[in-house]
């Protein structure tokens, strides 16, 4: 079976935030990915709102009809907010404000104490909790020590890796955590970086059961439409196993 396919609509309201207008309307975006087949809609509200607003949070939690995935820094703001909008899951992330984009994963295995609360007041809400996290064991065995259900494992160092063999050890690294993590007992997601040129041989790991894909996405869509660039990625996952 292949993995479900988790679009990220955060890039939509990059474009709309770029010009303080009402469009494109990353909740109009979240409906067209349904409609073309998206298992879950992925959406990041950072700190600094520099895309996604509660506003998109609040709609969306009432008019997505699959699953709403909510990534979110493990701040007491965030945790309040996800507790009263409650998503369907929470993936927790690190997050700085200068960043383009997420860089690593957290460390779970530096903080256990502190993410074990948020972990647990987001489960006493029903909602499922993801950690994102590096390829590292040392990460992978904290996110079971805390009780996360979910580890979604980052995938930047295998989509940024130009020659060969650094992709073949980068994606080495993704397949021996992800099998680590269900021998655990953990659902296993993965997502950064992913297009339609290397997601192949990621969604072809038999325990990844999640990919959450944005940027490739949205940029096709751009090009081709939303439906179209939907299915085309749901194709591809299709085709890997």
Same mark, same amino acid.
């Given at each position: ?23 494109? +309307?990353?909740?109009?975006?979240? %409906?067209?990915?349904?409609?073309? @087949? ?17 506003? !998109? ?5 009432? #008019? ?7 990534? %979110? ?5 965030? &945790? ?10 929470? #993936? ?14 957290? +460390?779970?295995?530096?903080?256990? *104490? ?31 020590? &805390?009780?996360? *259900? ?5 995938? @930047?160092?295998?989509? !940024? ?14 397949? +021996? ?40 996405? &949205?940029?096709?869509?751009? %090009?081709?439409? %939303? ?15």
């Amino acid at each position: 079976m292949a993995p479900r396919l988790g679009v990220n609509v955060d890039h939509v309201a990059t474009l709309r935030q770029s010009r303080r207008t009402t469009y494109p +309307d990353p909740v109009q975006a979240a %409906m067209l990915a349904e409609l073309a @087949g998206a298992d879950q809609i992925t959406i990041h509200l950072r700190e600094d709102r520099r895309h996604i607003q509660e506003r !998109d949070l609040a709609v969306l939690r009432k #008019t997505v009809q699959t699953r709403l995935n909510l990534e %979110m820094a493990a701040t007491q703001e965030m &945790v309040k907010l996800a507790f009263e909008t409650k998503p369907d899951s929470c #993936t927790l992330v690190p997050e700085r404000r200068e960043e383009l984009t997420t860089e690593g994963g957290l +460390d779970v295995a530096g903080n256990r *104490d502190a993410l074990r609360k948020v972990v647990r007041t987001l489960k006493d809400a029903d909602i499922t909790v993801s950690l994102f996290l590096d390829p590292d064991m040392d990460q992978i065995r904290a996110a079971h020590r &805390v009780e996360a *259900d979910v580890v979604e494992i980052h995938t @930047g160092r295998y989509a !940024d890796a130009r020659l060969a063999q650094d992709r073949r050890r980068e994606l080495a690294r993704v397949v +021996d955590v992800a099998k680590a993590a269900a021998k655990l007992g953990l659902q296993v997601a993965a997502g950064h970086g992913l297009n339609y040129q290397n997601v192949l041989p990621v969604a072809a790991v038999a325990e990844i059961e999640e990919l959450n894909i944005g940027h490739a996405i &949205v940029g096709h869509a751009i %090009m081709v439409g %939303m439906e179209r660039a939907v299915r085309e990625m749901q194709e591809l996952l299709a085709r890997a196993r």
